[in-house]
């Protein structure tokens, strides 16, 4: 579902051919050769050209689907490198690459595992291109299968408890599932930017490693490494592996135990319809546009920011894809063991902790024993608050103190933190409509998969996640009413900047749906009128 119908775009990339401006659009499925070929056709090169791209101020731009967007006033210049034909070993390699996505295709059969191959496919043509083959690519090459093999294995023995730690047993250590590729620095446009600090911000078109950079630039554009004495390199290595881990993997060296893979924010978010990464960066994104929109660094502590910002991306850690109600139903070790009270919130509080016990990922080791106390009690406050069984709890208490609200009171100020991190934890609905869209239908097929469980192991099925009962345009407009709009409203009488900005969109989604279930009801009683009549002529004939 990550992969929605605003993935399709395409990119638009303008070049300066000796003075014309050429625009060139390409679809983010295109490869590096691709879209090289199409720059050459543009410039009126040999189709085999290699050719070099360097921006207005000389910059060299690597040429690549996740290559930044420029502007007329920006065109890139093209300089051929050469139209020799690929040497035998590249020939020989690009031959491996083939074979080893043909081979994954026919044995896997799997989407994601596709996906997973062709993006690394992409990785190493990108290398050969940039810096020729070598042979060590090969041997990292035939690593990486072995690798996915692997964890093909390992995911198919695994057992059926949909919890993927058990801490029954407090001396077994938390072990990835997989290592996490290292993501290159990538170096965010002014555009980007901007646009990063706004609710309208398409999150569909990012890639993972670009996700990740755009939460490390956040953390510095915050000043939160700077306050706070965040090492660069462990904040890079919190949210997903060190270089140095991801060199060891790459060369296909086993590494020794001391060195073994650790875990990281990114490898902890399982690949579940809706809880997955993606949410959890659409979460943290919002609540950046929030401390921008509301000016909250001139209100609240740094300390403040930096518990709101780090619980936004812990908050969801290890999510199974089942709720809560199911944990306590099926009696699964989670909800024994928080005895029913949150047990996935608890959960993705003791994980995020498990990751910052590690010294090569722990942010806060700057930081004094009285400042991480603080830091850890309000991240757990957070989380535990993204409880949707605790939402009228938090709401009223927030209702109470907003006509009399002081920033200087550390209560008030935490009651607001919980009504933040809520907002920014169901906020899909206040981005556009093509970006808010694919998310419900990401949220219904988490909840089909969930009722089709119950149903099969007999547990009782909430009628807003049944298949046989709900619709798209049934499913939103309750919540809209009953929980976005009436939180929304209460926090706009604090910053009535968020009115225009987040309000405005969840009326127009509103209507939208209403309109929607107009057109469904119609269809519903049409379709019921002619079944009527249908039975009426039967009767007559006989």
């Not at 994601?112 to 690394?120: D, F, I, R, S």
């Not at 690798?147 to 801490?167: G, I, L, Q």
Request: with cysteine; charged share 25%; glycine share 2%.
């Amino acid at each position: 579902m990550g992969s929605s119908s605003s993935t399709y775009r395409p990119k638009y990339i303008y070049l300066d051919i000796d003075g014309r401006i050429q625009k060139v659009a390409f679809s983010k499925y295109c490869n590096s050769r691709d879209i090289m070929d199409l720059f050459c056709i543009a410039t009126g090169l040999p189709r085999n050209t290699t050719i070099s791209l360097f921006t207005v101020d000389g910059c060299m731009v690597s040429i690549d689907p996740t290559m930044p967007a420029n502007s007329e006033r920006t065109p890139y210049r093209i300089i051929p490198v050469a139209t020799e034909q690929q040497t035998e070993k590249e020939e020989l390699f690009q031959n491996l690459l083939v074979q080893v996505l043909e081979q994954f295709s026919r044995v896997f059969k799997i989407d994601e595992l596709k996906t997973e191959v062709a993006n690394h496919l992409a990785m190493l043509e990108k290398k050969v291109e940039l810096e020729g083959l070598k042979v060590v690519e090969i041997e990292k090459c035939k690593s990486d299968i072995k690798k996915m093999r692997d964890e093909m294995a390992a995911r198919s023995n695994r057992t059926n408890c949909p919890c993927k730690y058990s801490f029954l047993d407090d001396n077994k250590k938390l072990i990835p599932r997989k290592d996490v590729p290292s993501y290159p620095k990538y170096m965010l446009s002014q555009e980007t930017i901007e646009a990063l600090r706004k609710p309208t911000f398409d999150v569909w078109l990012w890639e993972p490693n670009e996700m990740l950079s755009c939460l490390e630039h956040m953390y510095h554009d915050l000043g939160l490494v700077k306050d706070f004495n965040i090492n660069p390199i462990t904040l890079k290595r919190w949210l997903s592996l060190s270089p140095e881990q991801a060199q060891t993997w790459s060369h296909g060296l086993q590494p020794r135990p001391q060195q073994r893979v650790k875990l990281c924010i990114h490898d902890n978010y399982r690949n579940n319809p809706f809880h997955n990464f993606r949410h959890c960066f659409c979460v943290t994104q919002m609540m950046y546009s929030m401390v921008s929109l509301c000016n909250l660094q001139v209100k609240i502590s740094q300390m403040d920011i930096l518990i709101l910002m780090t619980a936004s991306i812990c908050h969801d850690l290890d999510h199974p894809g089942y709720n809560n109600t199911y944990q306590i139903n099926a009696r699964t070790d989670l909800a024994v063991r928080y005895n029913d009270i949150s047990p996935l919130e608890n959960h993705h509080c003791a994980v995020a902790f498990q990751i910052l016990t590690q010294p090569e990922c722990n942010i806060f080791s700057s930081v004094d024993k009285e400042q991480f106390k603080r830091i850890r009690q309000g991240m757990i406050t957070l989380i535990l608050a993204t409880d949707m069984a605790r939402h009228a709890e938090i709401l009223d208490a927030f209702k109470e103190i907003l006509d009399n609200f002081d920033y200087s009171n550390e209560e008030h100020v935490t009651q607001l933190k919980m009504v933040l991190i809520k907002c920014c934890d169901i906020s899909n609905e206040v981005r556009p409509m093509e970006v808010a869209e694919p998310w419900v239908d990401c949220l219904l097929e988490e909840y089909f998969m969930q009722s089709d469980r119950e149903k099969s192991e007999g547990l009782p099925v909430a009628p807003f996640m049944d298949r046989d009962k709900v619709t798209k345009p049934t499913a939103q407009i309750g919540f809209l009413k009953f929980v976005l709009i009436p939180m929304f409203q209460t926090v706009t009488k604090l910053f009535p900047e968020v009115e225009e900005v987040m309000l405005q969109p969840l009326w127009e989604s509103r209507d939208r749906y209403e309109e929607l279930k107009q057109i469904e009801d119609a269809m519903t009683k049409e379709l019921q009128k002619k079944k009527n009549e249908n039975l009426t002529s039967g009767g007559r004939e006989k």
